[in-house]
């Protein structure tokens, strides 16, 4: 019947569409045409009908049952839909009219007869199946209504013993994702109040409170059973009327505190006067925060030059500047830039568009670096904030001679870099939101002297204490590491000494021991920064085959190279030689010192790792490729320690390759096999240095390096013009 039919719509039908309903209630079949007329509001038409259909015998069940919820006074229909429920007992009619009542009209459910034992035995006996059928839409819908819950529930009460029991369980899971959802409805009505609290309490920050919210909800979701679901949200309650930051035991974590309040006061003046352009529109919202950034970090580069490792790594205030801006980055004011903006090569052409409206110059663009430096401690921060997984990893920093690096500058120690202090200071930044993370750091001396490890030892001693950071010192064993493809021609001393391949891998050996499931290692200096960290940890759980993450200064996303204008020849031809030897011909940063692993991999090829020289890290890639394991490069802001013009660190380049020709004929690789014009190029020169002065001055050959593809951008990752 067509739900437009006057005989639905209007209060008094006419004569003739009485008449064909009477008749279709004497004669119809179908279904759907039943149910139409039991929506018929006319009492005398709806009156008739009923006692119509109460006469026939051989009604579908769904229509019996709304013929017995809305006429409950039919005799001879109840006592049908009784005989179904219970086919082989005496049932009960007003238990019939209940169950009627529940799947068709809940609002007329008699609470009382719920609680008697007259309803309990009546429920413990009814056929399942037939209930089934006859509450199947109620049974198919997500979640009850507040007026069924009780019914059902105390059906389920009263047949806990019945087994097998199709009704249980469909009724079951309906009745717990109902509580559920009764649960989590005043955190969802209330989740904007706790926010604004939040960020009112936090100077503006707000990505750890959604983090924190977003746990709470799916603990409660995904609770073993109702009392904990209850338990979670009363803790939920409790520690939200608590100040944020303090510890507990209960089902969810405390609501962390990212503090800094001197540098939120240094934003929160920035914030208010970077509002608008110079031609006085407003900035979008997102864009404002990150001009906000960026004017706020190119104000400290030009009132406290110097290299970048100095401003943003060495210097207290810098340090702690640039982590107040990447704090906001991650979530402010309920804004996330990063989420919205996530193309790190669109934001760098953007700080550079704002240096070159407001004729900001910097030396070595300082405030380029420090703005795309607290991106990346962003990106990394709102990793570790977002995942669901454990954050329990090692880290392994080789020292050799490092007690001037170790130690603050002063007119003594000009470039002192207070080097520990600041990876401890930037590891506790990473940290502050996520109380559940773990990081321990193993500091290896790979001098025989032990002289950095001595004098790093007591800095340590009156160090404070970060919660979830714990620090090592030791001294490498290099007489008893047996390992190494050379170790009884190897010096102890003198220019050509070192092992810090050998003190890398015997770190990372014993934190393997220690039971940490991912394991990381990096430089003693500050070029690689520790809050960028989480990019390494995220990109090693992007994909299940992840063998390897490079912390990577080539890729198209990352700043801080230096020299700026790109690889030297000499380091570009090794690197190519290394591609060509080891089939690494996908890396673009191979020596790049930051790298994680996971301890899987890592419990496999660190006993065939053999190289213990500065080219240690070529095997553990080559060796990570072999295992059939992918390698992946994220790019990061690297803060180098030099000035324009100035000389990096000499490397015998000619003995590194020497190196890695030991790791490719030691695993077997056979570049015979395939093209390897770099190798031919420096064996027709006579070495690899000789090869890269040849190429001085006349057009470069070799091979470029590869490039990832850039990523195709979305409309929101647009930035617009500074302006």
């Not at 060796?623 to 490069?633: D, K, S, V």
Request: proline share 8%; charged share 20%.
């Amino acid at each position: 019947m067509n739900p437009a039919s006057p005989l639905l719509t209007r209060p008094a039908p006419v004569t003739q569409h009485r008449a064909l309903a009477l008749t279709l209630a004497r004669h119809s079949t179908n279904p759907a045409a039943l149910h139409s007329l039991l929506t018929i509001g006319d009492p005398e038409t709806a009156n008739a009908l009923a006692q119509i259909l109460d006469t026939r015998a051989t009604l579908p069940l769904d229509v019996l049952t709304a013929l017995v919820a809305h006429h409950h006074e039919l005799q001879a229909s109840t006592s049908r839909l009784r005989a179904l429920l219970f086919p082989t007992t005496d049932g009960c009619h007003r238990f019939a009219r209940t169950i009627a009542a529940l799947e068709h009209r809940p609002d007329t459910i008699d609470a009382a007869f719920i609680a008697t034992d007259r309803f309990r035995r009546h429920a413990a006996a009814v056929n399942p199946e037939t209930l089934v059928q006859t509450l199947a839409a109620m049974l198919a819908s997500d979640r009850l209504t507040p007026d069924r819950l009780p019914t059902v529930e105390a059906l389920l009460n009263a047949r806990h013993r019945q087994r097998p029991d199709p009704f249980a369980d469909l009724a079951a899971p309906l009745v717990t994702r109902t509580r559920h959802a009764m649960l989590v409805a005043p955190l969802t009505e209330l989740r904007a109040a706790i926010l604004d609290h939040y960020a009112a309490q936090h100077d503006g920050l707000t990505r750890a409170g959604e983090a924190f919210l977003t746990r709470a909800e799916a603990t409660v979701h995904t609770a073993s059973d109702l009392t904990a679901a209850a338990a979670a949200i009363d803790a939920l309650r409790h520690q939200t009327s608590l100040r944020a930051g303090h510890t507990s035991t209960s089902a969810v974590t405390a609501v962390p505190d990212p503090g800094n309040p001197a540098g939120a006061q240094a934003w929160e003046e920035a914030w208010a006067a970077n509002a608008t352009t110079n031609d006085g529109a407003e900035y979008e919202p997102h864009q404002r925060v990150l001009v906000t950034a960026y004017q706020l970090l190119a104000q400290h580069a030009r009132t406290h030059p110097g290299t970048p490792t100095d401003c943003w790594a060495t210097n207290p205030a810098g340090r702690q500047l640039l982590h107040a801006v990447a704090d906001r980055l991650t979530g402010y004011r309920g804004l996330r830039p990063l989420d919205h903006f996530t193309d790190d090569t669109l934001l760098l052409a953007f700080a550079r568009g704002l240096a070159k409206l407001h004729r900001h110059r910097t030396p070595d663009d300082l405030h380029i670096t420090g703005f795309m430096a607290a991106v990346k401690a962003a990106r990394s921060k709102s990793h570790l904030i977002d995942t669901t997984k454990p954050i329990h990893v090692g880290i392994v920093i080789p020292l050799r001679d490092e007690t001037r690096r170790l130690t603050p500058p002063s007119p003594d120690n000009p470039h002192g870099q207070d080097a520990a202090r600041a990876k401890l200071a930037q590891l506790a930044w990473l940290i502050n939101t996520t109380p559940e993370a773990r990081v321990g750091i193993l500091f290896v001396d790979e001098s025989p002297t032990g002289d950095s490890a001595l004098h790093l030892r007591r800095i340590l001693a009156n160090h404070p204490a970060t919660p979830g950071l714990v620090t090592h010192t030791a001294v490498y064993p290099y007489r008893a590491d047996a390992t190494s493809d050379d170790n009884a021609a190897q010096p102890t001393s003198g220019p050509d000494y070192t092992a810090k391949g050998g003190a890398v891998l015997w770190g990372l050996a014993r934190l393997l021991d220690a039971g940490y499931p991912t394991l990381a290692y990096t430089d003693a200096d500050l070029t690689f920064s520790l809050d960028q960290l989480g990019l390494l940890l995220h990109a090693l759980t992007a994909a299940p085959d992840t063998g390897a993450v490079i912390g990577s200064r080539r890729t198209p996303d990352a700043h801080g190279y230096y020299p700026p204008t790109g690889p030297t020849p000499t380091s570009q031809l090794y690197q190519q030689a290394i591609a060509e030897l080891l089939d690494l011909d996908h890396v673009n940063d191979p020596q790049a010192g930051f790298k994680a692993f996971p301890a899987d991999l890592l419990r496999d090829i660190i006993p065939a790792t053999r190289d213990r020289h500065l080219s240690f890290d070529t095997e553990l890639l080559a060796l990570t490729h072999l295992a059939g394991r992918a390698i992946t490069e994220t790019g990061i802001c690297a803060l180098h320690q030099w000035t324009n013009r100035h000389v990096g660190t000499p490397r015998d380049y000619d003995a590194m390759l020497t190196h890695v020709r030991q790791q490719a004929h030691r695993h077997r690789f056979t570049p015979a096999r395939r093209p390897t014009p770099t190798l031919d190029l420096i064996a027709d020169a006579g070495g690899l240095a000789r090869a890269a002065r040849r190429q001085a001055g006349i057009p470069v050959t070799i091979r470029p390096l590869r490039r990832a593809d850039k990523p195709a951008t979305s409309s929101q990752d647009a930035i617009g013009s500074p302006t």
